[in-house]
């Protein structure tokens, strides 16, 4: 079952912009991650953050985490071409129990 | 990381028929698991593969319409049986690398047709 919402479904910017994408959760998690999915194809892990965090940076993406609004963001910086994508928040406890988001589809033109 | 193979990477088949999709993976892992995705849709979990048991499946997934079997740490197969068109989909085999650890690594995926 889906824990929640991302909003927004569908997300389209022009290269160089940032993108920011939203998740919503609705049961109480230990973590929660971030994938990319590439035109179907397999997922690959971006980030994860724990309860305990509130932000996380990796490279170009910074993830926040309101546990209180079970709620969290994904923040792409200076977009390329190259990052458009599908992408999912997963939430899960202690490696189990995962739910993914339905997914924000983002289209960065050149 | 894990490096995660699948087999096959997709196929056309007729309603009526089973496929056993294979997930092989390059070093031992505790957590295995599968994965729908329906077109345009986001994963949904179909069961755990359990080492050595029967796989706990999530609801509205059965043993009769998705055997898994794990008969190792590094290797599980699903079988969608009795194929309708509704099981048209992408089809992911899932690990969770090293005990402790919750990144999740994926099989690059199965993309099934049922005609």
């Known amino acids: 079952s889906q824990q929640g919402e991302e909003d927004p479904q569908a997300l389209s910017i022009q290269e160089g912009e940032n993108a920011t994408m939203n998740c919503s959760y609705k049961?109480?998690?230990?973590?929660l991650q971030w994938y990319r999915q590439n035109s179907g194809r397999g997922l690959v892990h971006l980030i994860l953050i724990r309860s305990n965090e509130r932000e996380k940076h990796s490279g170009r993406l910074r993830v926040t985490l309101d546990t209180s609004k079970k709620s969290s963001s994904l923040l792409i910086t200076a977009s390329r071409a190259a990052d458009t994508a599908s992408y999912f928040c997963?939430?899960?406890?202690?490696?189990?129990?995962?739910?993914f988001g339905p997914g924000t589809r983002l289209s960065v033109l050149p | 990381s894990a490096v995660i193979s699948q087999k096959p990477s997709r196929d056309i088949c007729q309603r009526g028929t089973s496929l056993t999709i294979q997930c092989q993976v390059d070093s031992q892992v505790t957590m295995m698991f599968w994965y729908r995705q329906q077109p345009g849709q986001s994963l949904t979990l179909i069961a755990t593969a359990n080492q050595g048991s029967e796989a706990t499946y999530e609801s509205g997934f059965v043993i009769d319409k998705f055997p898994i079997s794990r008969p190792n740490l590094t290797f599980s197969t699903l079988t969608v049986s009795n194929m309708s068109p509704e099981d048209s989909s992408i089809y992911l085999c899932s690990v969770v690398g090293l005990p402790g650890t919750e990144t999740q690594y994926f099989g690059p995926g199965t993309r099934l047709l049922v005609l």
């Open positions: 049961t109480s998690i230990n973590n």
């Open positions: 997963a939430t899960s406890n202690y490696g189990q129990n995962f739910v």
